[in-house]
Structure formats: C-alpha cells, structure tokens
C-alpha cells in the first residue's frame, strides 16, 4: 500500500482494547471538528465530526472527545478490531471558506 | 459505485510530460477539491472550486492548473511534469456549509521518473 504512514506517530493496540488518538488543533475559534480515517489504498473516509458548542459526541464504537481549553481533540475507539487499521487525522476550517487543514495523522495498528 | 471518481488509479510518466488526472462526482455537490498527499506532510491544497465559475489556488498550485468542466467534473493538469511532484492525489468534495464536511475519491498514485 502507499506510504502514507511514514514517519507518522503509531499507535498499536492489543485486538478488543479501546484506542485513544489525540490531535491539537491550532485555532480556538474554530467551530466544528471532523476525524477521518484513511486504510492503506484508500482514500480519507469520515467518521464523525463534533461542533464547538459540544464536549463529546459519541458514535458507532467511537466518540470524540473536545476540550477547548487546551484545544485538545481525541478520538475514542472501543474494541478495538483489525478493520481499525488505519491512519486517523482531524481536520478544522480554516478562515472564512470553510476550507479544511489536516492534520498529519497517527496511524493505528492493531495486533491479533 | 463511488460518489466520488478519480481516474485513473494510477499512472506513470516522464519528466515533461503533460498529464490530467480526473474527477467526477454524483453527490451533486458544488465544491471540489484537489489535494497530494505525501508521506509525513498530510493533505495540502493543490485548487478548489466552489462553482463551475469559481477557481481559486490554494497552499501548493504551482505546477499545476485545474479545469472545471461541469459541477461533476473537476480535472487536474500537471503541464510538465516533474520529479518531485510524485504523490498521491485526492479529489474531494463538499456540499458547504455549515458543515464542510469533505468526501474524497480513492486517489490517483502518480510516478514522474
């Protein structure tokens, strides 16, 4: 598959273990969140997004978690299963069009 | 069928080379995007379009130049090709707000020798 994993944090998990990703985002008055997930091959999939008014939003087996005071965004998997693998990145707008950034992303490895 | 089409998968060409690489979409939306990926330095904004009329650079468009044939079609031309501009490229689109919720296609990997 592409290397879009290389030189990206890891982090590998045990196969039923719950998965926490964070990510830091740059702008406090940015007013929604959205993960995406990205296996190797494909192209960057949603999962889930969050609004600023909002601490969690929870989905199927994942939520998210969103802390403004620290500008801190996580990710929440549970039981967590080789399907999982993947490279998980956040994005935010950025100025008043509504474009994403990215950020750099962590790719998950889950071992059997 | 996907929503979002690129064509074609994969491709390999020669310093020099003009190339397109192509986008098509069925989730009627009006903005498109096309971003490389390359390892260690995510997504970056290669053009976008919010409407057939509607062009705009975006961190990384030299070398490169977009036509938007239709409000489904979004193309992107590598005029000569280089090197270093071997990558992985994604269209994507969205409906707008408030949510700018992108979809992307499964990506286009380009080789330049």
Known sequence: ?112 | DADVTQTPRNRITKTGKRIMLECSQTKGHDRMYWYRQDPGLGLRLIYYSFDVKDINKGEISDGYSVSRQAQAKFSLSLESAIPNQTALYFCATSGGFPKNIQYFGAGTRLSVL
Not at chain 1, 69 to 93: M, N, R, W
Not at chain 1, 98 to 108: A, D, E, H, R, V
């Open chain 1, 1 to 112: 598959g592409e290397n879009v994993g290389l030189h990206l944090p890891t982090l590998s998990v045990q196969e039923g273990d719950n998965s926490i990703i964070n990510c830091a985002y740059s702008n406090s008055a940015s007013d929604y969140f959205i993960w995406y997930k990205q296996e190797s091959g494909k192209g960057p999939q949603f999962i889930i997004d969050i609004r600023s008014n909002m601490d969690k939003r929870q989905g199927q087996r994942v939520t998210v978690l969103l802390n403004k005071t620290v500008k801190h965004l996580s990710l929440q998997i549970a039981a967590t299963q080789p399907g999982d693998s993947a490279v998980y990145f956040c994005a935010e707008p950025e100025g008043s069009q509504g474009n994403l950034i990215f950020g750099k992303g962590t790719k998950l490895s889950v071992k059997p």
